[in-house]
Every structure is written in structure tokens, then in C-alpha cells.
């Protein structure tokens, strides 16, 4: 007796049954393996936007910490400024090894998109900005050297917006004045993509901001005690220190106790498969109860019933199991699409990072908890006695 092509043979004895059960499995898998795969983008992607903003340590003016950030990796509308003196005082500190002034202004554009929307411009000056940034490669020129002049640098995405090339002039929202554009930098996956950049006296003149500044972004040098120097930092008036160690950690933290809300939702998507399989395989075996006594008597051990069910079990959350899989790779794009929408801050980056490892664990998982669902139904058919089976109706 074949024990696999009997069981294989008999999934498909009720076609719809078997069809339900396996779309079920499905989508349980489909959202493990979507969960997962967000647990891990939207680790990375933090990760990668804080180390990309290239600074140990930065300086607002002083409002909320989580304020800051959140100003510091997407940009935002609620801007606070600080003297120019102040921050030239902190860069010439011994502890500095780097420091960078940098000056952002959001604008409103109405003709961007169906609605309109924000325009993101940082002032900045090149030389520094550019070696605390060595990752930022161009496309087309390279950073304007001058701290003045009417040129602009356009992020990738910036660019694409504005449909602009080197050479190009463009207004910005609010001015009247032409800016050349004399770079163009590529996808970095960070929230520079979506920069408008000028030289840093240029963009003060222009958004009427004499002498002032958003941030000031600091790299230590070696050896130095990191928690001591924002002590001294603390004293300064009307200055928000925002460590950027710290702000990792704590958005981490927030990351790890959602963890454990996915996780239970995925434990619950498991139990719904696993009773599936439990329901489909058991209706079955009820179902073929004269059939599996006539096998008994023809000679069949209660191994090879229970094997016999329990491959069917595997059939079922195989299937299943590689099928969410694939729907988790085909539609990962759409997921992030709607992930985005409704998370209050997602870093730039991809949020739903599926790899071999997350896909292999799904369908091993998936896989054992059918099995596991499968076993008592397995076992009743084992216990099938020939004689009374034959005689029920």
C-alpha cells in the first residue's frame, strides 16, 4: 500500500473542504511572515536613519526630546531656533571632534500633489556637513562650496519631485529669487532623500533667519566621556541636548514591546490553523470510517493509518505554509504601503524586511503546529477497530 499517494488521493475526495483549509493556513502564514519580516525592516531602517544622520549628539533649542528627533529624521513643522553665537561657543570645545551648523525650514507648497504638501529645506555649510556625511554620493555634480549664493542641492527623491537636473533653475515656495541646481545626490533610503539643500547663509537670508539655527550636529573624539560632555551641555540655556544613542534605545524599547503584541498575534493566527487542520482532518477520518476499517482488515497496521493521516496533515500545512510565504514576498509592498499610513513614525527605508531565515522559520513552524493539530485525529483513525467500522452505517 502507498501510503503517500492514498493520502495524497484523499485531500482531494472533498476539493473544497481541503481548499478552505488551505487558504486558512495561508493567511496565518501570511501574517507570521509579514509580522516578522516588519519586526525586522523596521529595526534595520531605524537603525540605518540614526546612523545616518552621522552625529553622536545634537542640539536643538530647547522642547521636547522625542520633538527633536522626530525633526532630526523626517522634518516637521513645529521649528525652534537658537543663536548662531551658542553654537560656534559648543564646536570649538576639545571634546569636539566635528560639528556641523544646520539650519531647516518647511514650507507649504500647494502645487505639490493632489492637496499640496511640505517642502523640506536645510541650510547647511558643505565642507562640514559633507565629512560628517562621507555616504552621500551624487548622481549628477557635486556641493556647492560657497556658504552664499542661489544653488541649491536636491536629494533623490527631491529631485524626481521637482523634475529638476544639474543646470536647472527653480523657485523655491515662498521666494521669488532663481536657484540653480548644481547636484544631484542618490537614493540613500534615509530622510536626506527628501532634502532641498542650500548653503547655510543663503537659506538664513531666504527664510529671513539671520543668525539663527535648527540644530547643531556633533561628533566626539575619541576617549571622550560622552555622559560628562552632555552634562555640560545640560547647563546651557535654552539648548535641548538629544543623544542619539538615547533616542535609538528608547525608540527600540517602544519597538520591543510591540514585539510582543505581534508575536501574540501571530500565536493566535497559529491556533485558528492549527484548529483548521484539527477540524478538516478529523471530519475526514469521521467520514471515511467504513474505508479506514476495510484497510484494517485488509491488512493495513495502525502505523500505516496513522501515517496515512498525518502525511495528509503535512500535504495541508505545506501547501498552506508555502503559499503564505509566497503572498508575504508578492505583497510586502503593498503591506508597507498600509503599515505606513497608519504608523504615527516610520523611519525611511524598507519597513518589511523578509529573508530566508524569517520564510524557512514560518513554514518549520506552520509545518509542526498542523502536524501537532493532525495527531488526534490520526490517532482515532488508528484506533478504528475493523468490525464495528464495517458494521455502522
Request: a negative charge; charged letters at 20%; hydrophobic letters at 45%.
Amino acid at each position: 500500500m502507498n501510503v503517500f499517494q492514498l493520502s495524497y488521493k484523499n485531500l482531494f475526495r472533498r476539493k473544497v473542504r481541503t481548499l478552505f483549509t488551505i487558504i486558512g493556513i495561508t493567511l496565518s502564514t501570511w501574517v507570521l511572515v509579514t509580522l516578522l519580516g516588519f519586526n525586522k525592516g523596521y529595526e534595520n531602517s531605524l537603525n540605518d536613519n540614526i546612523e545616518g544622520m552621522g552625529f553622536q549628539i545634537v542640539l536643538t533649542a530647547k522642547g521636547c526630546p522625542y520633538e527633536a528627533a522626530t525633526l532630526m529624521l523626517k522634518g516637521g513643522t513645529g521649528l525652534r531656533y537658537m543663536p548662531e553665537e551658542m553654537v560656534a561657543d559648543v564646536a570649538s570645545r576639545k571634546e569636539v571632534a566635528q560639528a556641523t551648523a544646520q539650519l531647516m525650514h518647511v514650507e507649504f507648497d500647494p502645487n505639490k500633489g493632489e492637496n499640496g504638501g511640505s517642502v523640506v529645506y536645510l541650510g547647511i555649510d558643505p565642507t562640514t556637513f559633507a565629512e560628517m556625511k562621507p555616504y552621500l554620493e551624487f548622481t549628477q555634480g557635486k556641493w556647492f562650496e560657497q556658504q552664499t549664493g542661489n544653488v541649491v542641492v536636491l536629494g533623490y527623491e527631491a529631485a524626481e519631485l521637482e523634475q529638476r537636473e544639474v543646470g536647472d533653475l527653480m523657485l523655491l515656495s515662498g521666494s521669488e529669487a532663481e536657484y540653480e541646481v548644481v547636484g544631484v545626490l542618490k537614493r540613500t533610503g534615509t530622510q536626506d532623500d527628501g532634502m532641498i539643500f542650500l548653503p547655510l547663509q543663503t537659506a538664513q537670508k531666504a527664510f529671513n533667519k539671520q543668525n539663527e539655527l535648527t540644530m547643531l550636529g556633533i561628533r566626539l573624539n575619541k576617549d571622550v566621556n560622552q555622559t560628562a560632555f552632555e552634562e555640560e551641555l545640560y547647563k546651557l540655556p535654552d539648548v535641548q541636548v538629544v543623544s542619539m544613542a538615547q533616542v535609538k534605545n528608547t525608540i527600540m524599547g517602544l519597538v520591543s514591546s510591540a514585539k510582543v503584541i505581534v508575536l501574540s498575534i501571530a500565536f493566535i493566527a497559529f491556533i485558528i490553523a492549527m484548529f483548521g487542520v484539527l477540524n478538516t482532518v478529523l471530519m475526514s477520518v469521521f467520514e471515511r470510517y467504513q474505508e479506514i476499517g476495510i484497510l484494517k482488515s485488509m491488512g493495513a497496521m495502525p502505523k500505516d493509518i496513522f501515517k496515512m493521516i498525518l502525511i495528509e496533515t503535512t500535504i495541508l500545512c505545506s501547501a498552506g505554509g508555502l503559499l503564505g510565504i509566497g503572498f508575504s514576498y508578492l505583497f510586502s509592498g503593498i503591506s508597507e504601503v498600509a503599515i505606513r499610513y497608519f504608523l504615527p513614525f516610520a523611519p525611511n527605508g524598507k519597513l518589511i524586511l523578509i529573508d530566508s531565515q524569517i520564510a524557512l522559520f514560518a513554514f518549520v513552524s506552520i509545518t509542526l503546529i498542523g502536524i501537532v493539530g493532525g495527531m488526534y485525529p490520526a490517532w482515532r483513525a488508528s484506533k478504528v477497530r475493523p468490525l464495528d467500522s464495517i458494521r455502522s452505517e
